[in-house]
Protein backbone atom coordinates (compact mmCIF):
# COMPACT_ATOMS: atom_id res chain seq x y z
CA UNK A 1 0.00 0.00 0.00
CA UNK A 2 1.48 3.66 -0.84
CA UNK A 3 1.10 5.67 2.06
CA UNK A 4 1.72 9.42 1.24
CA UNK A 5 4.20 11.31 2.67
CA UNK A 6 1.37 13.95 4.14
CA UNK A 7 -0.93 11.24 5.25
CA UNK A 8 -0.98 12.83 8.87
CA UNK A 9 -1.10 15.59 7.68
CA UNK A 10 -4.78 14.67 5.95
CA UNK A 11 -5.64 13.32 8.91
CA UNK A 12 -5.19 15.47 11.12
CA UNK A 13 -7.67 17.69 9.51
CA UNK A 14 -10.32 18.67 12.23
CA UNK A 15 -13.84 17.62 10.93
CA UNK A 16 -16.76 19.97 10.34
CA UNK A 17 -20.72 19.02 11.33
CA UNK A 18 -22.42 18.45 7.82
CA UNK A 19 -25.48 20.31 9.25
CA UNK A 20 -25.13 22.66 11.62
CA UNK A 21 -28.81 23.06 13.45
CA UNK A 22 -28.73 26.63 14.51
CA UNK A 23 -31.00 27.44 11.16
CA UNK A 24 -33.14 24.27 12.10
CA UNK A 25 -35.93 25.23 13.43
CA UNK A 26 -36.55 24.40 16.73
CA UNK A 27 -39.92 23.38 18.83
CA UNK A 28 -41.42 24.93 21.39
CA UNK A 29 -40.33 22.58 24.01
CA UNK A 30 -42.44 25.10 26.89
CA UNK A 31 -45.33 24.45 25.14
CA UNK A 32 -44.70 21.52 24.53
CA UNK A 33 -44.01 20.04 27.86
CA UNK A 34 -47.54 21.98 29.27
CA UNK A 35 -49.56 19.91 26.80
CA UNK A 36 -48.35 17.08 28.35
CA UNK A 37 -48.76 18.01 31.65
CA UNK A 38 -52.54 17.33 32.06
CA UNK A 39 -52.41 14.85 29.32
CA UNK A 40 -55.77 12.36 28.73
CA UNK A 41 -55.14 8.81 27.98
CA UNK A 42 -57.64 7.94 25.01
CA UNK A 43 -55.64 4.79 23.83
CA UNK A 44 -53.71 1.80 24.57
CA UNK A 45 -51.79 -1.01 22.47
CA UNK A 46 -49.44 -3.68 23.51
CA UNK A 47 -46.89 -5.02 20.91
CA UNK A 48 -46.61 -8.85 21.90
CA UNK A 49 -43.25 -10.20 22.44
CA UNK A 50 -41.55 -11.29 18.89
CA UNK A 51 -44.68 -9.61 17.40
CA UNK A 52 -45.60 -5.70 16.33
CA UNK A 53 -48.82 -3.66 16.72
CA UNK A 54 -50.18 -0.78 15.19
CA UNK A 55 -52.01 2.38 16.61
CA UNK A 56 -52.85 5.94 15.11
CA UNK A 57 -52.62 9.30 16.49
CA UNK A 58 -53.88 12.48 15.57
CA UNK A 59 -51.45 15.67 15.07
CA UNK A 60 -50.96 17.32 18.34
CA UNK A 61 -51.34 14.20 19.90
CA UNK A 62 -48.58 12.48 22.73
CA UNK A 63 -47.28 8.90 22.01
CA UNK A 64 -45.22 7.25 24.89
CA UNK A 65 -43.58 3.89 24.26
CA UNK A 66 -43.01 2.19 27.77
CA UNK A 67 -40.94 -0.75 28.74
CA UNK A 68 -43.03 -2.99 31.04
CA UNK A 69 -42.55 -6.64 32.78
CA UNK A 70 -38.62 -7.10 31.27
CA UNK A 71 -35.94 -5.01 29.43
CA UNK A 72 -37.13 -4.44 25.77
CA UNK A 73 -35.96 -3.51 22.53
CA UNK A 74 -38.66 -1.62 19.86
CA UNK A 75 -38.15 -1.27 16.45
CA UNK A 76 -40.57 1.59 15.19
CA UNK A 77 -42.23 2.88 11.99
CA UNK A 78 -44.04 5.99 10.70
CA UNK A 79 -46.04 7.00 8.39
CA UNK A 80 -48.70 9.98 7.48
CA UNK A 81 -51.98 8.22 8.37
CA UNK A 82 -53.21 9.67 5.37
CA UNK A 83 -50.64 9.10 2.64
CA UNK A 84 -47.99 6.19 3.60
CA UNK A 85 -45.65 7.35 1.15
CA UNK A 86 -44.68 9.94 3.47
CA UNK A 87 -42.55 7.81 5.99
CA UNK A 88 -39.78 8.02 9.02
CA UNK A 89 -36.32 9.10 6.90
CA UNK A 90 -33.97 7.74 9.38
CA UNK A 91 -31.05 8.58 7.69
CA UNK A 92 -32.06 12.42 7.37
CA UNK A 93 -32.77 12.23 10.94
CA UNK A 94 -29.40 11.01 11.73
CA UNK A 95 -27.23 13.25 9.16
CA UNK A 96 -29.67 16.18 11.35
CA UNK A 97 -29.70 14.63 14.70
CA UNK A 98 -26.79 12.40 14.99
CA UNK A 99 -26.57 8.51 15.66
CA UNK A 100 -29.23 8.38 18.57
CA UNK A 101 -32.13 10.49 19.45
CA UNK A 102 -33.69 11.93 22.91
CA UNK A 103 -35.65 15.05 24.33
CA UNK A 104 -35.95 18.28 21.77
CA UNK A 105 -35.32 15.86 18.41
CA UNK A 106 -37.12 14.96 15.61
CA UNK A 107 -38.23 11.96 13.70
CA UNK A 108 -38.44 13.59 9.83
CA UNK A 109 -40.27 12.61 7.03
CA UNK A 110 -38.91 11.46 3.52
CA UNK A 111 -38.52 13.59 0.30
CA UNK A 112 -40.64 15.74 -0.84
CA UNK A 113 -42.31 16.03 2.59
CA UNK A 114 -39.06 16.58 4.63
CA UNK A 115 -40.53 17.27 7.99
CA UNK A 116 -41.15 16.79 11.60
CA UNK A 117 -43.47 14.08 12.07
CA UNK A 118 -42.66 13.44 15.66
CA UNK A 119 -40.59 15.27 18.26
CA UNK A 120 -39.20 13.56 21.47
CA UNK A 121 -40.54 15.48 24.61
CA UNK A 122 -39.54 12.87 27.44
CA UNK A 123 -37.38 10.48 27.73
CA UNK A 124 -36.36 8.41 31.06
CA UNK A 125 -32.89 7.25 29.83
CA UNK A 126 -31.84 10.60 28.73
CA UNK A 127 -29.85 10.10 31.70
CA UNK A 128 -27.31 7.64 29.70
CA UNK A 129 -25.37 10.06 27.32
CA UNK A 130 -22.74 8.07 25.63
CA UNK A 131 -20.63 5.24 27.06
CA UNK A 132 -17.36 4.51 27.29
CA UNK A 133 -17.73 2.16 24.03
CA UNK A 134 -19.40 4.80 22.49
CA UNK A 135 -22.84 3.49 22.57
CA UNK A 136 -26.56 5.46 23.04
CA UNK A 137 -29.58 4.58 23.28
CA UNK A 138 -32.95 5.15 20.90
CA UNK A 139 -30.05 5.05 17.32
CA UNK A 140 -30.53 5.74 13.91
CA UNK A 141 -28.03 3.68 13.04
CA UNK A 142 -29.46 0.31 12.63
CA UNK A 143 -32.50 -0.89 9.99
CA UNK A 144 -34.34 -3.39 11.79
CA UNK A 145 -33.53 -7.22 12.17
CA UNK A 146 -34.54 -8.93 9.14
CA UNK A 147 -35.24 -12.26 7.44
CA UNK A 148 -33.26 -11.80 4.12
CA UNK A 149 -30.14 -10.91 6.60
CA UNK A 150 -30.41 -13.67 8.80
CA UNK A 151 -30.82 -15.96 5.49
CA UNK A 152 -27.69 -14.34 3.67
CA UNK A 153 -25.87 -15.21 7.17
CA UNK A 154 -26.85 -18.27 8.66
CA UNK A 155 -29.08 -19.81 5.75
CA UNK A 156 -32.21 -19.72 7.77
CA UNK A 157 -35.77 -18.64 7.53
CA UNK A 158 -36.45 -17.14 10.96
CA UNK A 159 -40.22 -14.82 10.28
CA UNK A 160 -40.34 -13.09 13.87
CA UNK A 161 -38.01 -10.35 12.67
CA UNK A 162 -39.11 -7.33 12.83
CA UNK A 163 -39.10 -6.62 9.74
CA UNK A 164 -41.78 -9.42 9.07
CA UNK A 165 -43.63 -8.27 12.17
CA UNK A 166 -44.53 -4.99 10.54
CA UNK A 167 -45.34 -6.84 7.84
CA UNK A 168 -47.59 -8.34 9.28
CA UNK A 169 -49.33 -5.96 11.46
CA UNK A 170 -49.18 -3.44 8.68
CA UNK A 171 -50.86 -5.66 6.45
CA UNK A 172 -53.39 -6.44 9.06
CA UNK A 173 -54.41 -2.92 9.58
CA UNK A 174 -54.85 -2.09 6.56
CA UNK A 175 -56.30 -4.84 5.05
CA UNK A 176 -53.91 -5.95 2.53
CA UNK A 177 -51.88 -9.01 1.53
CA UNK A 178 -48.08 -8.86 3.03
CA UNK A 179 -46.69 -8.66 -0.55
CA UNK A 180 -48.65 -4.71 -0.42
CA UNK A 181 -47.63 -4.21 2.49
CA UNK A 182 -43.71 -5.24 3.07
CA UNK A 183 -42.53 -2.39 0.71
CA UNK A 184 -43.85 -0.10 2.94
CA UNK A 185 -41.91 -1.20 6.05
CA UNK A 186 -39.06 0.98 6.08
CA UNK A 187 -35.83 1.81 8.84
CA UNK A 188 -36.98 2.36 11.89
CA UNK A 189 -36.25 3.98 15.34
CA UNK A 190 -34.68 1.42 17.54
CA UNK A 191 -36.66 2.54 20.59
CA UNK A 192 -34.08 1.39 24.06
CA UNK A 193 -31.80 0.23 21.82
CA UNK A 194 -28.33 0.65 22.97
CA UNK A 195 -25.63 0.60 19.71
CA UNK A 196 -22.74 2.49 18.42
CA UNK A 197 -20.05 1.84 16.34
CA UNK A 198 -16.73 0.40 17.61
CA UNK A 199 -13.76 2.98 17.25
CA UNK A 200 -11.51 0.22 16.01
CA UNK A 201 -13.13 -1.45 13.16
CA UNK A 202 -16.17 0.84 12.36
CA UNK A 203 -18.77 -1.56 13.32
CA UNK A 204 -21.65 -1.50 14.37
CA UNK A 205 -22.52 -3.12 17.58
CA UNK A 206 -25.46 -3.38 20.26
CA UNK A 207 -25.10 -4.15 23.92
CA UNK A 208 -27.91 -5.09 26.55
CA UNK A 209 -30.59 -1.95 26.82
CA UNK A 210 -30.37 0.04 30.29
CA UNK A 211 -33.99 0.14 29.85
CA UNK A 212 -36.08 -1.09 32.82
CA UNK A 213 -39.97 -1.50 33.21
CA UNK A 214 -41.43 1.95 33.76
CA UNK A 215 -38.74 3.31 31.29
CA UNK A 216 -40.70 5.41 28.60
CA UNK A 217 -40.24 7.86 25.84
CA UNK A 218 -42.51 9.97 24.91
CA UNK A 219 -43.24 12.15 21.09
CA UNK A 220 -45.35 14.66 20.23
CA UNK A 221 -47.11 13.78 16.85
CA UNK A 222 -46.60 16.41 14.77
CA UNK A 223 -48.94 15.23 11.92
CA UNK A 224 -51.61 12.40 11.96
CA UNK A 225 -49.61 9.33 12.49
CA UNK A 226 -49.89 5.42 11.72
CA UNK A 227 -47.25 4.07 13.91
CA UNK A 228 -46.14 0.34 14.44
CA UNK A 229 -43.98 -0.73 16.80
CA UNK A 230 -42.56 -4.58 17.14
CA UNK A 231 -41.24 -6.15 20.45
CA UNK A 232 -37.44 -7.40 18.90
CA UNK A 233 -36.51 -10.96 19.23
CA UNK A 234 -33.35 -9.57 20.40
CA UNK A 235 -35.25 -8.82 23.82
CA UNK A 236 -32.97 -6.14 25.41
CA UNK A 237 -30.65 -6.97 22.52
CA UNK A 238 -27.77 -8.17 24.88
CA UNK A 239 -26.44 -11.13 22.55
CA UNK A 240 -28.27 -11.85 19.38
CA UNK A 241 -31.36 -11.50 17.09
CA UNK A 242 -32.99 -12.76 14.53
CA UNK A 243 -33.82 -15.97 17.12
CA UNK A 244 -36.05 -16.82 19.60
CA UNK A 245 -33.07 -17.88 21.81
CA UNK A 246 -33.14 -14.31 23.71
CA UNK A 247 -36.21 -13.48 26.60
CA UNK A 248 -38.62 -11.17 24.57
CA UNK A 249 -40.95 -8.61 26.63
CA UNK A 250 -43.69 -6.97 25.32
CA UNK A 251 -44.00 -3.41 24.85
CA UNK A 252 -47.14 -0.77 25.89
CA UNK A 253 -48.08 2.15 23.64
CA UNK A 254 -50.34 4.54 24.77
CA UNK A 255 -52.08 7.62 22.96
CA UNK A 256 -52.77 10.75 25.25
CA UNK A 257 -54.85 13.89 24.54
CA UNK A 258 -52.69 17.01 25.25
CA UNK A 259 -54.16 19.22 27.96
CA UNK A 260 -56.63 21.30 26.81
CA UNK A 261 -56.03 24.83 25.44
CA UNK A 262 -51.80 24.14 25.75
CA UNK A 263 -51.11 23.73 22.08
CA UNK A 264 -53.57 26.71 21.34
CA UNK A 265 -51.29 28.76 18.52
CA UNK A 266 -49.53 25.34 17.57
CA UNK A 267 -50.17 24.09 13.72
CA UNK A 268 -49.16 20.83 12.37
CA UNK A 269 -46.08 21.50 10.23
CA UNK A 270 -46.47 22.08 6.26
CA UNK A 271 -44.92 19.46 3.59
CA UNK A 272 -40.83 21.05 3.12
CA UNK A 273 -40.82 25.12 0.85
CA UNK A 274 -38.46 23.70 -1.37
CA UNK A 275 -40.46 24.33 -5.10
CA UNK A 276 -39.59 20.84 -6.15
CA UNK A 277 -38.27 22.52 -9.88
CA UNK A 278 -35.16 20.58 -9.60
CA UNK A 279 -33.53 22.85 -11.95
CA UNK A 280 -35.92 22.59 -15.03
ZN1 LIG B 1 -35.53 -6.42 15.72
Redesign the pocket.
Known sequence: MDIPADAEARRAIAPVICYPTDTLPQPDMVQYAAARDGMTKIDEVIAPPREAATFTVPAGHIFRISSVEGPQ?G?LNLWNASDLSERFYSGKTRALHGTHITTGERMWSSFPHMRPMATVIHDSLGWYGIDAFGGSVHDVIGT??DPYTGNLLQGDHYHH???S?LTRALADHLGVPLNEAEPHVHD?L?VFMCTGFTRDTGQYFMKASPVRPGDHIDFLSEIDLLGAL?A???GD?SSE??SDAAACHPLKIEVFAPAPGALDGWSSPPPNGYDGSHGR
Open positions: VDRCCCHNVNSCPGCHS
